[in-house]
């Protein structure tokens, strides 16, 4: 029976083609709010007007007589993904906004995305925020990059595979942590934070002339590709990158959010020495991560 109506809801021309519904998401998706609702026709299935406002649900417990204008619209609703139907009992069913049922399961994590789990830890130096996971790693700890001794440029914090590192871990021994942070094999993602403005060229040129004299002139077109990967507009303050490492691959997400990979093992270790060697860009930063692997 559901079958039908929600079938003669879509044949039907009783609403005019060009009505238009727009549904948007509020707070977490709970609600769905019909802006609009244009053009409906004069005919009796359309009688009772456009339905507009707040909509949780509306329901129907008859039979097939009682499709007035409402089940149209419902059958409409579903075919555009923005609400659902639920059968009960006695065949009684609901409708429901399709975000309603999403807002109660556990959000899907992405590659990539920062989760707000936890309180944030704010760099002292910068008082930019680190989020507690990112990328599917912890927090191990933050510092800022300092240049010339004075201008602080971004702030960075280091997220580790909890598990890969357990072992590390539970040695408690200072150098096994070092020779940890500077295999590529240990997975990591670095995220950057801008703390001023800066020009790309700026930005992407410090880091190659990190970079190149750790790479002993193996693989130096890596060093072509990662230019490529920045996109042409200067970075602002607030403007994130991030660098997750696993292994020879190196996936670099720009402040625009454009995504990319490397493949080097040289360009990799050459990578984590340039922020965990004994010549660290960011000293606090290195320091922080000493310590934070202790509390994973």
Request: net charge positive; aromatic share 8%; glycine share 8%.
């Amino acid at each position: 029976m559901l079958r039908s109506v929600f079938s003669k809801a879509l044949s039907t021309r009783q609403i005019n083609p060009k009505a238009e519904c727009f549904a948007f998401a509020s707070g977490v998706g709970s609600w769905t709010r019909l802006v609009s609702f244009s053009s409906v026709s004069s005919s009796k299935t359309a009688k009772n007007g456009a339905l507009s406002g707040l909509v949780p649900a509306f329901h129907h417990h008859q039979q097939q007589q009682k499709a007035t204008a409402m089940t149209y619209y419902a059958g409409i609703l579903v075919a555009m993904g923005a609400a659902t139907f639920v059968v009960h009992e006695n065949n009684k069913w609901s409708l429901q906004p399709a975000l309603l049922d999403a807002a109660r399961k556990p959000p899907m994590i992405m590659a990539g995305d920062v989760i707000q789990a936890g309180t944030p830890v704010k760099e002292k130096s910068t008082g930019i925020l680190f989020p507690q996971v990112c990328s599917g790693f912890d927090f191990a700890g933050c510092g800022v990059r300092i240049k010339w001794g004075l201008i602080k440029v971004y702030a960075v914090g280091t997220y580790l595979d909890r598990i890969a590192m357990s072992a590390v871990k539970n040695s408690k021994d200072r150098a096994q942590m070092e020779k940890a942070l500077l295999d590529p094999q240990y997975p990591r993602t670095i995220r950057i934070v801008m703390a001023r403005d800066l020009s790309v060229q700026k930005f992407t040129s410090a880091i190659v002339e990190a970079v190149k004299p750790r790479m002993n002139g193996e693989d130096l077109e890596k060093l072509d590709e990662f230019q490529k990967l920045m996109p042409p507009v200067d970075l602002v303050k607030g403007a994130e990158m991030r660098m997750t490492i696993r292994g020879s691959e190196l996936l670099f997400q720009n402040a625009t959010g454009g995504v990319g990979v490397i493949r080097s093992i040289v360009f990799t270790r050459a990578m984590c020495d340039v922020f965990y060697g004994a010549d660290a860009v960011s000293p606090s930063h290195k320091e922080a991560v000493l310590e934070g692997i202790g509390k994973l």
